[in-house]
């Protein structure tokens, strides 16, 4: 899914700049991929959420489990195991709704300090436009290591 995301960012930004591209005094890149790859709160992030996506696959089968005991104890009370059934998948879905909003809030976060950043790069080296390194071809300031340097010096 990233990377559809960033081919989609690469793209989108090649098409929209390319006017402005062509007027102006120096154009940089930065590697999406290595940034990712290197920002230590992006590696963290993407730890904690394959902790709690196997949390939440951990959840859902043991409540798969106390619906399936709770109908083989009392096989001719539907209505018990279809309560539980509900409860319990109210339960699930509050839980992947916390998970949505957690992930979404850090997401955000990431994204603005990765633009903070490249702003920053940009201004120091002088560069005038951005773009990802997929969408140069030739030429241009390669800002990356700045970048990753910038990204990992933020508290």
């Known amino acids: 899914m990233n990377r559809i995301r960033l081919t989609a960012l690469s793209l989108a930004a090649t098409l929209l700049l390319a ?15 290595k940034v ?4 230590d709160k992006a590696q963290s992030f993407s730890a904690d959420v394959k902790v709690k996506e196997a949390e939440l696959r951990k959840m859902q089968a043991d409540f798969v489990k ?11 009370n539907p209505v018990t195991g279809n309560q539980l059934e509900k409860d319990l998948n109210d339960k699930l879905s509050a839980k992947v709704r916390e998970y949505r909003d957690w992930a979404s809030t850090r997401q955000k976060e990431i994204d603005q300090a990765l633009e903070t950043s490249i702003k ?15 969408a140069v071809l030739n030429g241009g300031v390669d800002l990356t290591a700045d970048v990753l340097s910038k990204l990992n010096a933020m508290p």
């Open 120 to 134: 920053a790069a940009a201004k120091a080296r002088s560069v005038d436009v951005v773009l990802p390194r997929q």
């Open 66 to 76: 106390q619906i399936e005991d709770a109908r083989k104890s009392a096989p001719k």
């Open 19 to 33: 006017p402005a591209v062509a007027m102006a005094d120096a154009v940089g890149y930065v590697d999406l991929e």
């Open 36 to 39: 990712a790859g290197g920002y």
